[in-house]
């Protein structure tokens, strides 16, 4: 009875392939080869899974459960891969699928493949291959234990890696995996400063496009203005580098002139911008007795009361009536007016800025104006002291007997410079220097003058 039912279960049957000589087995038992017409006739029990084999042709399975059926299959050519890597036992990956350890070789169907290749230690691995039917290919890969990383940047830039410079892009460089600071700079575009990280890949490539920026050269007509664009100021005559493109308000001031408000179109690379300034006026109101003689900066200015504009905010007010005289200090910016006053001792400190002066127990440095009372005064400078008879109207002038003294004048406020040391914005006041032959210069003027010790030499700018 077992016999009979195994015999009535094995079933013939026919199976139809498109090339010749195809094996077909059922596990590892080979069950018949097709024909040189790619037919093959032979008994199997139902259901079955059958393998079909042919060198050349990717293996197929097939599942028959149709005794009266005849089953056509179609082989696929294949391409044979072997692939090989430096050192071996590198985990191999087909199109991001883990397929097995080098040396690995392979039945592909044709077409194109992304292979990696990775073991620890060593960088991981990319290659591309394109195989065709019945191609065998071989591929051998050398491993790398440091990432090849390329930097390019758009311009090509100068290129730092950890504060170190290493050359220009694009720039190709072995970098171990981690992190890293690169810093890029190429004329007439704002440096960057970026973050990377490096992977365990064989070979990346980092891209960078730098911003463009524009540079901007302010000169004035006034040597000592200065130019402010946002926070950033800077004299006049130098270069704003990395600043945007477009629209920028420029404001340029000086002292003793109106500043000025300036909307440019700044382009990409060097702009230049020339900013005449007019003098700053002020009103100054002399108060004074009707025949005084009234002089500013050393220049006669009327008398009596008088009221005149005047280009700069500091400035040195004479006055004389007979025998009395008088002498003041203005600063415009904060005072219109000033009041002579004849019954008042008029005090003048000189020396330079290390002495000390002390009257009637307050300290002052040079150059000091201040005034007295009638009577006897103390004045004390460093260890010695002089008691005095002061007057009123009258004008007493204190100074170290080995310096001299020197007022510069001008009629708009320039630099000055003594001996080519600057010495400040006109108008420079009781400046003290060793006597001698001296000289004093602004932009486009000098003069040389005699300095005696205990004397003041006025000196206006412009003047013989």
Wanted: aromatic share 8%.
């Amino acid at each position: 009875m077992v016999f009979l039912l195994v015999s009535q279960l094995c079933i013939a049957v026919t199976l139809v392939t498109n090339v010749p000589n195809v094996e077909v087995r059922l596990g590892s038992v080979l069950l018949a080869v097709t024909d040189r017409n790619g037919v093959a006739q032979f008994e199997v029990s139902l259901p079955a899974t059958l393998t079909l084999v042919k060198p050349g042709y990717l293996t197929k399975s097939i599942f028959l459960s149709d005794p009266e059926k005849t089953y056509f299959v179609q082989l696929q050519a294949s391409a044979n891969l072997l692939i090989e890597s430096v050192p071996d036992g590198a985990s191999v990956w087909i199109n991001k699928v883990l397929v097995g350890r080098t040396p690995l070789e392979m039945e592909l169907e044709p077409g194109n493949y992304e292979i990696t290749l990775h073991k620890e230690g060593f960088c991981r691995t990319k290659r591309s291959v394109s195989l065709q039917a019945h191609e065998k290919k071989k591929l051998r890969i050398e491993l790398s234990n440091t990432p090849t990383v390329q930097i390019v940047s758009k311009p090509a830039a100068k290129l730092w890696i950890q504060n170190q410079f290493v050359g220009e892009t694009p720039k190709s460089l072995k970098l171990p995996a981690g992190d890293y600071q690169i810093k890029l700079q190429a004329p007439d575009h704002f440096s960057l400063v970026q973050d990377i990280r490096v992977s365990d890949d064989e070979t990346q490539q980092f891209e960078f496009t730098l911003t463009p920026s524009a540079r901007l050269l302010v000169q004035s007509s006034v040597s000592h203005a200065i130019v402010q664009i946002d926070d950033r100021v800077q004299p006049q005559n130098t270069v704003f580098t990395d600043l945007p493109l477009g629209e920028r308000t420029i404001l340029v001031k000086a002292v003793g002139y109106e500043e000025r408000s300036i909307t440019v179109e700044l382009k990409q690379g060097q702009n230049y911008l020339y900013v005449p300034l007019e003098p700053k006026l002020f009103r100054l109101d002399v108060v004074a007795p009707e025949e005084a003689l009234i002089f500013v900066d050393g220049k006669s200015a009327g008398r009596g009361p008088t009221s005149v504009k005047l280009p700069q905010s500091i400035h040195l007010i004479e006055a004389r009536l007979g025998e009395k005289r008088w002498m003041g200090l203005v600063d415009l910016s904060r005072d219109e007016r000033i009041e002579v006053r004849f019954d008042v001792a008029t005090v003048l400190l000189l020396g330079d800025r290390n002495v000390v002066y002390t009257v009637e127990g307050i300290t002052y440095r040079p150059p000091s104006l201040i005034y007295l009372p009638e009577g006897f005064h103390t004045v004390k400078v460093e260890a010695r002291e002089r008691t005095v008879e002061f007057s009123a109207g009258k004008l007493y002038t204190f100074s170290p007997e080995d310096l001299g003294y020197l007022c510069i004048f001008s009629d708009s406020v320039v630099e000055c410079y003594v001996n080519s040391e600057f010495a400040g914005l006109s108008p420079v006041l009781f400046y003290p220097v060793k006597p001698s032959v001296v000289k004093v210069s602004t932009v486009g003027w000098e003069r040389e003058v005699i300095v005696e010790p205990g004397k003041t030499i006025n000196v206006t700018v412009g003047g013989d």
